[in-house]
């Protein structure tokens, strides 16, 4: 069955980085287009990053210039390289494809703190 599981959270203070990973499985990862998405508490689950079968990347406003979504087909992982990190960044991150959604994974916990 499809298992999507995320890793890389955890407590960082504000201006700094993480590096999240997405290990997918059980689907042709390598034809999929992918995302990472966030959920505030509180908020809807929303998309921040996504990256095509072909490479193309694209980026909601609130982090443009900051995030960086990758993929490594070999390894059936998604990347997410976030920089510059503020307050507003606190969420579950999870990742799932971009067009077809499977089974949600357990997401990684980001938070941005003083």
């Known amino acids: 069955q499809v298992q999507l599981v995320e890793s890389g959270g955890g407590l960082v203070q504000p201006g700094g980085s993480l590096r999240l990973s997405c290990a997918a499985s059980?689907?042709?990862?390598?034809?999929?287009?992918m995302g990472w998405y966030r959920q505030a508490p509180g908020k809807q689950r929303e998309l921040v990053a996504s990256?095509?079968?072909?490479?193309?990347?694209n980026y909601v406003d609130s982090v443009k210039g900051r995030f960086s979504i990758s993929r490594d087909n070999a390894k059936n992982t998604v990347y997410l390289q976030m920089n510059s990190l503020k307050p507003e960044d606190t969420a579950v991150y999870y990742c799932?494809?971009?067009?077809?959604?499977?089974?949600w994974g357990q997401g990684t916990q980001v938070t941005v703190s003083s």
């Open positions: 799932n494809g971009l067009y077809r959604k499977f089974a």
């Open positions: 059980g689907f042709t990862f390598s034809v999929a287009g």
């Open positions: 990256i095509t079968v072909g490479g193309s990347t």
